[in-house]
C-alpha cells in the first residue's frame, strides 16, 4: 500500500497555484500501485478553471499551465492571471 496524498493539497509551481481535487489509485499490469492526482487551476493566460491530471509518484511536478483553449506547451508564461480556488471549484466542478 502507499499513502494517498490529501486532497486540498496546494502545490505551487513558478507562482502558479494547483489545488489537489482528485486521487485515482489503481493497479498495473505488474501489480504495483499508481497513483493519478487531478489538479485544478487558474489558465494562466485567461484565468479559466481546468483540471490538469498527472502522475502521484514522479518527483518532478510539472502541470500544464492553461486551459485546453490556450494550451501552448514549453511556451512561456507572461503575466500570470491568479484567481482564488474557490471561485475555480465553483467553476469547474
Ligand atoms: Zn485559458
Known amino acids: ?35 493519478i492526482l487531478t489538479w485544478l487551476a487558474a489558465c494562466a493566460t485567461c484565468g479559466a478553471a481546468f483540471t490538469f491530471k498527472g502522475p502521484g509518484r514522479t518527483i518532478k511536478f510539472q502541470p500544464s499551465r492553461r486551459c485546453q483553449k490556450h494550451k501552448r506547451p514549453g511556451q512561456r ?6 484567481r482564488p480556488f474557490a471561485d475555480l471549484v465553483r467553476e469547474a466542478l
Open 77 to 82: 508564461v507572461g503575466k500570470l492571471i491568479t
Open 1 to 35: 500500500m502507499i499513502d494517498l496524498p490529501a486532497l486540498g493539497i496546494v502545490r505551487d509551481y513558478v507562482g502558479q497555484q494547483y489545488l489537489l481535487v482528485g486521487v485515482h489509485q489503481y493497479m498495473r499490469a505488474d501489480e504495483s500501485d499508481a497513483l
